[in-house]
T-cell receptor, first 115, second 111 residues
Framework: GAGVSQSPSNKVTEKGKDVELRCDPISGHTALYWYRQSLGQGLEFLIYFQGNSAPDKSGLPSDRFSAERTGGSVSTLTIQRTQQEDSAVYLC?????????????FGPGTRLTVT | SQQGEEDPQALSIQEGENATMNCSYKTSINNLQWYRQNSGRGLVHLILIRSNEREKHSGRLRVTLDTSKKSSSLLITASRAADTASYFCATAGGSNYKLTFGKGTLLTVNP
């Protein structure tokens, strides 16, 4: 079956512009996660969705970052007024359940470069 | 914040040798997972060990967990050039779902 897909694979944007990153999780997976990987900070948790529950936004670095998940499937991560420090690889993952003991399946990531 | 810390940061070995990577963490966990990443893109899950387990095997991989020392090790036996990648440990704690990753070990296997 298809794995987690993300688009675009690469995005170059000018400072101050808004960007949208998309994630299609594995069909049937109820949990969806966004992480960010940058040279300085390593891999960081950003946000987590589970079913119809309120998302855990505790990892979002600022109010310029937001995410939504429509219909319990596709998710979009939006970064407003991008800054150079937002440059990173944004990774999406999904899992069958949020409970302990479940591996997360990662997409290939979106490499964001803010110039 | 980074919970796990991998050691060493980089490891270079010859094909056929064994590679051992270590991970230390700070808080109590429910499980610890190891992931592999090629070329800075998507991560691939390798193995998960629960907090009540001490050792687990999967093919050429062997993972140990010592909760008293808050540490884990990943052993890759009979390494191959294709094992060249970055390896990360990740812990799941009280929240169960969000993973906290270490900084990774870059493994280079020379043919």
């Amino acid at each position: 079956g298809a794995g987690v897909s993300q688009s675009p694979s690469n995005k170059v944007t000018e400072k101050g512009k808004d960007v949208e990153l998309r994630c299609d999780p594995i069909s049937g997976h109820t949990a969806l996660y966004w992480y960010r990987q940058s040279l300085g900070q390593g891999l960081e948790f950003l946000i987590y969705f589970q079913g119809n529950s309120a998302p855990d936004k505790s990892g979002l670095p600022s109010d310029r970052f937001s995410a939504e998940r429509t219909g319990g499937s596709v998710s979009t991560l939006t970064i407003q007024r991008t800054q150079q420090e937002d440059s990173a690889v944004y990774l999406c993952a999904s899992s069958p359940s949020p409970g302990q003991g479940y591996e997360q399946y990662f997409g290939p990531g979106t490499r964001l470069t803010v110039t | 914040s980074q919970q796990g810390e991998e050691d060493p940061q980089a490891l270079s070995i010859q094909e056929g040798e064994n590679a051992t990577m270590n991970c230390s963490y700070k808080t109590s966990i429910n499980n610890l997972q190891w992931y592999r990443q090629n070329s800075g893109r998507g991560l691939v899950h390798l193995i998960l060990i629960r907090s009540n387990e001490r050792e687990k095997h999967s093919g050429r991989l062997r993972v140990t967990l010592d909760t008293s020392k808050k540490s884990s090790s990943l052993l890759i036996t009979a390494s191959r050039a294709a094992d060249t990648a970055s390896y990360f440990c990740a812990t799941a704690g009280g929240s169960n779902y969000k993973l906290t990753f270490g900084k990774g070990t870059l493994l280079t296997v020379n043919p």
